[in-house]
């Protein structure tokens, strides 16, 4: 059975950091793609980040580009997000989700106050 635990969130300041954990199970997490997606209240859920089976290609969104660092461990079945220089429009829950699979966690909230 498919499961993906996202942690790490919080309420941090602007300009701090935060790094998000999405431990993963019940898939052959080395051989698939993985991504980090957003929701602010109001909002429409987007793609922050994405990186490929072996962790070689990963792309992010431009609000993001050279803040956010994606990383997984295939060995620990594991996806990162590491956020700095955090603004307020990060604010938001954060989901990790497994490419070309329709499910969701429960995600972590992001506060990121001015």
């Known amino acids: 059975q498919l499961r993906l635990v996202e942690s790490g969130g919080g309420l941090v300041q602007s300009g701090g950091s935060l790094r998000l954990s999405c431990k993963t199970s019940g898939f052959p997490f080395s051989y698939r793609s993985m991504s980090w997606h957003r929701q602010a209240p109001g909002k429409e859920r987007e793609l922050v980040a994405q990186?490929?089976?072996?962790?070689?290609?990963?792309d992010y969104a431009d609000s993001v580009k050279g803040r956010f660092t994606i990383s997984r461990d295939n060995a620990e079945q594991t996806l990162y997000l590491q956020m700095n220089d955090l603004k307020p429009e990060d604010t938001a829950v954060y989901y990790c989700?497994?490419?070309?699979?329709?499910?969701w966690g429960q995600g972590t909230q992001v506060t990121v106050s001015a």
């Open positions: 989700k497994v490419s070309l699979v329709n499910y």
């Open positions: 990186i490929a089976p072996s962790g070689g290609n990963t």
